[in-house]
């Protein structure tokens, strides 16, 4: 039965606590009455090594419809092959973000909900992925489900010709016709349970014309990615122009090694509170907040200029319900933003200035990785990064601000234990030096670094690389994302993916 009316539809990528929708809603049953579905670990294993291939469709909050997708090389699929061996037997240990082909491996959409052009929907998120990444084609095995009855009397050539003109009408077939797919050649056995198609498949195509073979004009989407880290020296500032003007030296500075995000420390802008020093500590950081949005605005302006994303640390800011917060913003090198928030504030912040936690657990796409942000106090409760690695963070950026050196390990420790536990990149990064005309914020301590799981692609301790404690500096290290890839599927140990799901999980509450 089909929806009366629809108020909303929406294309997302897939996460792991849709299973259960997806488990009851889309079993496939063929004509000899077998049935194939996705496990739990099957969908894990997408999600984790290709998240962006991974789509669902939610209609009113219903997920109706699913797309999944791997990225393979052009040579592996280009001739004969069947389902099992494209998909590594459903384990997709074919996939390769070295590939340069998307290659899909299911679409299907509610029976309820068929009809409503949701299935173009996710094609055409498939084809601008395939545009994003760079990659030669979008190919795939396409059933011919109402071949059995023709196949007595008619070849699957002249079938696909027939289907081809509107003379037989095949729902599958037409719709990938009609979605600029063309039929590359007719394959046999590709799916063993796929009587309907008596065992045959057509392999699909569709060029991508914007695709560059890689040449030395045209270096194709990286994998590794460059991060720069700023530790910076807490200094007197009058004014918002004197703190920028250090701001952007920094920027210009770490963009010059073409890195691809630049991280400030928690609080940076603290020295501008000497303005306010004498007034109580709760009104200080609240003539603090006063500068955040013109903040945001001039590092958006940056990270255009000097193409770079850019990650501000965190500022104080007043929102709409009077409430004060700790919050930063990714401000990305396209002009886009988006805000991250402090969801755990420490005793002194909420007993000298009020500070109230965020409710928000978020992780964000770049042209690059997708990362997540937690700020200082954040990475010392280990499920907000558990719950970042279940929707694919590759990155994990913590700006901090710590007063000795036993906050500083708290961080550091609690940090380098998140890289390891969630198979990720840390990147952290402080303030140093002293404030004696702010209160609060006397003395700082820091190290900044970038730490890594530990395995033998990785340092051995996890150290990727490390700032000069306690000195102003800039910090540039290059991470490999191909590297986490191999790591879940090969690693000596497997933390995502050895988790006893059947015992326990961490989720966020409604």
């Known amino acids: ?27 496939r049953v063929y004509a000899d009455g077998s049935d194939v579905f996705w496990t739990p670990e099957q969908i894990d294993k997408l999600i984790r090594i290709f ?29 004969d092959h069947t389902y099992a061996q494209v998909t590594g037997n459903e384990t997709f240990n074919t996939h390769t973000r070295k590939g340069n082909i998307l290659y899909g491996i299911e679409v299907f959409v509610h029976p309820d909900y068929r009809g409503l052009r949701l299935a173009r929907r996710m094609y055409e998120y498939r084809k601008e992925l395939c545009e994003k990444l760079n990659l030669k084609a979008i190919m795939f095995g396409g059933r011919l489900p109402n071949y059995h009855k023709y196949a007595d009397h008619m070849r ?14 095949d729902p599958v077939l037409l719709f990938q016709l009609s979605n600029d797919f063309h039929v590359r050649k007719v394959m046999r056995n590709y799916l063993p349970n796929d009587e309907e198609s008596k065992h045959f498949a057509c392999l699909l195509q569709w060029d991508n014309i914007y695709y560059q073979e890689p040449t030395e004009e045209y270096i194709s989407p990286k994998t590794t990615v460059r991060v720069g880290l700023v530790q910076w020296q807490m200094r007197s500032y009058k004014t918002l122009d004197d703190l920028f003007e250090q701001v952007e030296f920094f920027v210009d500075s770490v963009s ?3 890195s691809d995000f630049v991280l400030f420390p928690e609080y940076f802008n603290a020295p501008l509170m000497a303005r306010f020093n004498d007034e109580s500590e709760s009104e200080a950081i609240r003539g ?9 605005e001039r ?3 940056l990270a255009i200029r000097y193409n770079i994303n850019i990650i501000t640390g965190s500022m ?3 929102k709409e319900d009077g409430l004060l917060y700790n919050i930063g913003y990714l401000c990305r090198r396209d002009g886009t933003y988006e805000m991250y928030e402090k969801l755990h504030v420490t005793p002194d912040e909420m007993k000298c200035w009020g500070l109230n936690g965020g409710k928000a657990i978020r992780t964000f796409e770049t042209d690059c990785a997708k990362i997540g942000v937690l700020i200082c106090y954040d990475v010392e409760f280990p499920e907000l990064s558990r719950i970042m690695a279940g929707e694919g963070m590759q990155i994990l950026f913590v700006p901090f601000l710590t007063d000795t050196q036993n906050a500083y390990s708290r961080v550091r420790v609690c940090a380098q234990a998140r890289a390891i536990e969630n ?18 914020m006397d003395i700082q301590y820091a190290q900044s670094g970038v730490f890594t799981p530990c395995d033998f692609a990785f340092p051995t301790d996890g150290r990727r690389a490390e700032a000069t404690p306690n000195t102003e500096m800039i910090l540039i290290s290059d991470v490999d994302l191909d590297l986490l890839n191999e790591l879940h599927t090969y690693g000596s140990v497997r933390n995502l993916k050895d988790r006893r799901n059947d015992l326990y999980e961490v989720k966020m509450k409604k």
């Open 256 to 258: 010059s090694y073409q």
């Open 51 to 79: 998240p962006e291939g991974q789509i669902v469709t939610v209609v009113d909050g219903k997920i109706v419809g699913c797309a999944l997708s791997i990225i393979v090389n052009y040579n592996d699929v280009k001739n």
């Open 316 to 318: 104080p800011l007043i």
């Open 1 to 27: 039965m089909k929806p009366k009316e629809i108020n909303k539809v929406e294309i997302r990528n897939l996460q792991r606590e849709d299973y259960d929708q997806l488990a009851s809603s889309f079993t």
């Open 288 to 296: 603090l907040a006063q500068y955040t949005d013109e903040i945001r």
């Open 299 to 301: 590092f958006i302006n």
């Open 156 to 169: 699957p050539k002249e079938y696909i010709d027939k289907v081809r003109k509107r003379e037989i009408f």
């Open 423 to 440: 198979e990720c990149f840390v990147v952290i990064a402080g303030s140093v030096g002293n404030l004696p005309k702010v209160h609060n």
